[in-house]
Structures are given as structure tokens and as C-alpha cells.
């Protein structure tokens, strides 16, 4: 086993195996895990700009669209709360209802001492039908407050879903915005030209600094920047610095210096 994973490691590292029994065969186990820990390249995809904003902005009325629906959700969690609040009430009443007809039925039949019989059998059957009439409307009272148990719940998971979603959008958007930044520093070659062609043409000699380039931008904010930093890359070779001369009888060095910081 020792032979066959030096075998493997061996031809990981790029080389082919010199057999079973080889000297190179059992000097490889050392440097196995080392060999296996390197890389290759990340690959690379290539993607139109227009491509990745176009996604940038799905991404954008996606996350509009998700405060909608989570505007609606709200607006749903409090009409179901009036509801519990409106079944409650009309339970109530319902049970005030039964105890009022309950108690008239009594009243009506111990009125004055009279006797069971001189109560008006048809007015009974009406009270006893109000009674189950107002029973059974308690029973859907309790119904449509279980029901308001289980959309509450609804509602609920919901949330929650809305609540994963928010995170995922906000992933989406942290990544499509990292595919859109590029460092500022691929700009200096462009910028050292610039500076290099105008102090040829003005026959002035100065030395371009950068500090701090390492940051990324967005590529089209970096892109809006380029003319204006040639511009003023142009403009301070061209008016900020005076021909050597000048400079040397000024008692200043030949040599003119601009500095560029990425703040």
C-alpha cells in the first residue's frame, strides 16, 4: 500500500514512476501531502458586463418584489389578529345570547307560581331553536378561530421563508457585486503612459508615484474615472510642473515629482 500511494504521489508531482522496486518509488511518502495540498489555477469564466448587469438588476427587483411580499404578509399577520379579536367578541355575544334565552325560558315558566303547563308550548320551541341556533353559531365561532390557528401558522412559515430568501438575495447581490469589482492598480500602466507621453511632448522629466492603488472599485465607476484622471494627470504635468530650466533656477530638482493616492 506504502509503494502504490508513493507511486501516486509521484505522479501527481508531475513525473512517471520508476516501478515497484525503484529508489524513487519509496522516497516519495514525505512529500505526498504537500504535493496533494497544491492548486492548480482557479478557472475562469469570461462574462459579458452586459450580462452581469443585467443579473445585477433581476437581483435588485427581486429583493423589490421580496419588500412586497413581506409588506403583504405583515398586513395579513395583523387582519388575523383583528380576526381573533372579532371571533372573540361575537363568542361573547353568543354566550351572552344563550345565557339571555336560557334565563327567559326559566323566568316564563316560574312566573307568579304558575305552573308548568300554562307555559305556551310554541313559544318554548321558539326559545329552544334560538338555543340551537346560537349553539351552533358558538361551534363556528370556535371553527373559524381554529382556522385562524392554522393561517396564523401559514403566515408564520411564511416569515421565516422570507426571512431565508432576504439572506440568499443579500448572497446574490455580495456576489454579483464582487464579480463587478476590479483593482485599481490595472489602471496604472494607462495612467504611467499618460504621464510618460506629456512629459516627452513638454520635454519635462518627472517621476509618477502611486500609493495606497491595492483597493478594487466597480468597473463602471472605475471606468468613469479614467478621463478624468487622465485630465488631471495631463494638466498637472502640463501646468504644475515647470520646464527644467525653471525648476533649476528656482533651486528646485530637475526632476518633478506627482503622487497619486487611492484614498
Known sequence: AGKLIAAIAEFAAGSEPTGPAGPAASAKPAVAEPV?????????????????????TLAGATAIFRGRIEQQVNDAQAALQEMETTIERMRDQLRRLDTETQGRILSRQQVDGQAYEDFDPLEMD??????????ALFESASDLLDLKET??????????????QARVDSQLQEGL????????ERLLPRLQRVVRQVAEALGKEVEFEVSQAQGEMDRSVLERMIAPLEHMLRNAVDHGLEPIEQRLAAGKPAVGHIRLALL
Not at 321558539?126 to 349553539?135: D, E, G, I, K, T
Not at 401559514?154 to 431565508?164: C, I, K, P, V, Y
Open 36 to 56: 496533494a495540498a497544491e492548486r492548480g489555477p482557479v478557472d475562469v469564466i469570461k462574462v459579458g458586463a452586459e450580462l452581469l448587469d443585467a443579473l445585477g
Open 126 to 135: 321558539r326559545h329552544s331553536h334560538l338555543q340551537q341556533l346560537s349553539r
Open 151 to 164: 393561517l396564523a401558522g401559514r403566515n408564520l412559515e411564511a416569515q421565516t421563508l422570507l426571512q431565508q
Open 177 to 184: 457585486m464582487r464579480t463587478r469589482m476590479v483593482p485599481f
